[in-house]
């Protein structure tokens, strides 16, 4: 097949779970003989053309860099991206990021771009990663709901990557909403063997003596890091030998989605600890992140609104019990509670104290959570299957 990439926000240097989860899909079916290319857009230092990881990845002309500069940068993708899919055919074009500076900017670029692909004779695709708000998963009433249906219109499949995503899409797009749950590379993330675990603590600082909470995500109030924040400075006195990894963006410049006074308000709770707290910022190597995923004793993940929420899954797959806020039908679907990890309530720091001192607390509980942890990911989590998916989605349509 010849597929498509249509994302006006590439990584690198951009970031995004969904950005990067579509990027090693595509690099999985690239290595199935598929013909896989991506049109993205121009940033400095990046050629305008490359062969990479068995994919043509091209980029829109080059603008100036300033504030006007980026935004005509939007405009000239548009009219790149429009001009590339009149003149060329695919079986099927992917959606990502669009360039506009809003839903509604974004609605249009996409209903122009997929319908050019769909008379073209393309089947288009998009991915519904997050809810759209902590109380709604896809929201369709009113202005935004407006703009929200237009982005869908010319899409062939809309899919859900967790089944409370899924319901509403089915309510509205019966014909194109598809559920295809998230998958982990249980070919990067793998339990350490000992003598790697030790040296990776090693190098952080941290014994067999200690016990290490580590974070995945951006440092941001939507991942709930106040919440932890809160909850670990209130444990850290009385546990001088806990550590805490905190792995993601914590910066504007590391992620464009980022705002550093938000930085600043999440994380105003940890000041005074910097002893117990290690800041590794973002980590693009998968490898040197499984690393630290399984050096690691426990994994925190108090998020507030997800799509799926991979990060912990990732985590369980190498070794670690979790401890996860529960969203129903979105967290609740890969550990299990008491046997994989501890749910906890969203939004509230006490449950996660007590969470976190049960298996601060308990290495032997840590152990054999961790165990069943692996076991659970390799039975439902497992990333072929889910490239075998994504791969009939792009042929025919239907997912088995």
Request: aromatic letters at 10%.
């Amino acid at each position: 097949m010849n597929i498509a990439f249509v994302s006006y926000s590439y990584w690198p240097p951009d970031f995004g779970g969904e950005l990067l989860l579509a990027i090693e899909r595509l690099q999985s079916l690239a290595s199935r003989g598929h013909h896989i290319t991506v049109l993205t857009s121009g940033r400095p230092g990046f050629p305008s053309r490359v062969h990479l990881d068995g994919m043509t990845i091209l980029r829109s002309p080059m603008v100036h860099t300033s504030r006007p500069g980026r935004l005509l940068r939007r405009a000239v993708y548009f009219a790149w991206a429009l001009t590339h899919l009149l003149s060329h055919r695919y079986d099927a074009v992917h959606f990502g990021s669009m360039p506009g500076i809003d839903l509604a900017s974004d609605a249009l670029a996409a209903y122009v771009l997929a319908g050019i692909a769909r008379r073209r004779g393309a089947r288009t695709v998009t991915v519904h990663a997050l809810a759209d708000s902590e109380s709604a998963a896809l929201e369709l009433s009113g202005t935004r709901g407006f703009w929200k249906q237009l982005y869908y219109h010319n899409m062939d499949r809309i899919v859900a990557v967790s089944p409370a995503l899924y319901a509403p899409l089915q309510a509205h797009f019966p014909p194109k909403a598809v559920l295809i749950l998230y998958a982990v590379r249980d070919d990067i993330f793998v339990p350490l063997d000992d003598a790697t675990r030790r040296r990776v603590r090693g190098e952080l600082g941290a014994g067999d003596e200690h016990v290490v909470f580590t974070f995945l995500g951006t440092v941001c109030y939507r991942k709930g890091f106040d919440l932890l924040a809160q909850a670990f400075a209130e444990l850290a006195p009385g546990h001088p030998n806990w550590r805490l990894w905190v792995i993601g963006p914590r910066s504007h410049a590391e992620s464009q989605n980022l705002r550093d006074e938000e930085v600043q308000a999440v994380t105003a709770a940890l000041q005074g600890f910097d002893s117990q707290i290690t800041y590794l910022g973002r980590v693009d190597d998968r490898h040197a992140l499984a690393r630290l995923l399984g050096a690691g004793d426990v994994f925190l993940f108090p998020s507030r609104r997800e799509g799926f929420g991979l990060a912990p899954v990732e985590a369980m797959a190498t070794g670690a019990p979790v401890i996860i806020a529960r969203i129903p039908g979105v967290t609740d679907l890969a550990s299990v509670e008491g046997e994989t990890g501890l749910y906890i309530p969203p939004n509230d720091p006490k449950a996660l104290k007590q969470a976190m001192e049960r298996l601060g607390n308990d290495p032997e509980l840590r152990r054999q959570m961790g165990r069943k942890a692996v076991q659970r990911v390799k039975e439902a989590f497992s990333w072929e299957p889910y490239i075998d998916r994504w791969e009939q989605l792009y042929g025919d349509g239907h997912v088995f």
